[in-house]
């Protein structure tokens, strides 16, 4: 092994982008339940794993994932919040294939280096990415490898032992692969013009390609799950560990204007003609007020005020909508997944009813959540108070809210 010590890119020049390999069918490791990407292991999918090792790691920027065009469904499932940090790519009918589309998707980004790495390799850890970032220089690339410690064996055309290989220099090879950007993009792409498409590695493409590739110590531990029993003995190890509780959490959020003279209202993105209209600073939809407070909370994020004072004069007449998209963006750069929205409104009138699927529709927008996981009800106060003399209207929120589970000490 080298030491990889000339041409090196130094930790300021920013951060490093990876691609996630995930576009195989895994055949040997069984169809039962789905790509063995997609299985379980220690109560979560395979790829979640390998997502969350590289989306928490400090030193990576955008992470592109290529995935099977059949697998949308399976990859939201399976990554949960994290499905929204990604740059999603369908891969193609290779391994190589899926590289070179997934590198295409961060052309726009220009990162300076990039890594990698087969989604189902979920015990990578950060301190082989640290190792691998390190190796990758102004022209060369890094690979991750053990030295092989088997006795190999050349098998004869009859099947009989033919003769023994020395394993003197030989390594297996791992993932993540790191290179610069631009480099390992142009020989995929040369490859792909050429096409030359039975390279079974990045490495390999480097080396046609004559990029120098330093080898950087892998990790025993950095397994690829190929046949069932690797899934299973998987499973065993993790679910032999400390289990990750969930994280669920749940805000809540009051809001109240009073009426004034005007010819409609807008409740929960919906304007409803009416003999008055809401008071307030923005255009008073007490609803999304009050769902904007309710997600704020699910993270510690303060309140609507914080974020967008009254005082502030961008904000007058400005559509409330705006302030529930940028909650839930806070919620999910947070890592947050909006799992429901219930929100009650209290007025006499205007009447609320024909209006809920408008509404369901444009929260459902709002919040990008399916129309299930909202719900919106009306009640009167019974002629009492404030609400009851048709002096204004009320509404309470409630949202839930599901974070990455903790591993408690």
Known sequence: MTDASENRVSSEDGKVAVVIVAAGRGARAGQANGPKQYQHIGG???????????????????????????????????????????????????????????????RSHAPGRVLIHDAVRPFVDADLIDRTIAAIGEREGALPALPVADTLKRESASGLVGETVSRS??????????????PILAAHEKAHHLRKMDFTDDSAIAEWANIPV?????????IKLTWARDIAMADQRLSGERVRFPDIRTGNGYDVHA???????????????????????????VGLHALTDALLATCGAGDIGTHFPPTDPQWKGAASRIFVEYAARLVRERGGRIANADIT??????????????????LSQMLAISPDRISIKATTNEKLGFVGREEGIAAIATASVVFPGEVPE
Not at 72 to 94: D, P, Q, S
Not at 261 to 273: F, K, N, W
Request: one cysteine or more; glycine letters at 8%.
């Open 44 to 106: 979560y999918a395979v790829i979640a794993h390998t997502l969350e090792i590289f989306l928490s790691h400090p030193r990576t920027s955008e992470v592109v994932v290529a995935i099977h065009a059949d697998d949308h469904e399976l990859f939201r499932e399976a990554a949960g919040a994290n499905a929204e940090r990604v740059i999603l790519v369908m891969g193609g009918a290779t391994r190589q294939a899926s590289v070179r589309l997934g590198l295409l998707a961060l």
């Open 169 to 182: 220099g030989l390594h297996t090879a791992q993932t993540p692969q790191g290179f610069p950007f631009w």
């Open 214 to 222: 330093n080898i950087v110590p892998g990790s025993p531990d950095n």
């Open 259 to 285: 009426f004034e003279p005007g010819d409609h209202v807008t409740l929960c993105g919906v304007a409803i003609t009416h003999d008055k209209k809401l008071s307030g600073h923005s255009d008073a939809d």
């Open 345 to 362: 409104l209290i007025c006499e009138a205007p009447r609320v009813g024909p209006h809920r699927d408008a509404m369901t529709a444009a």
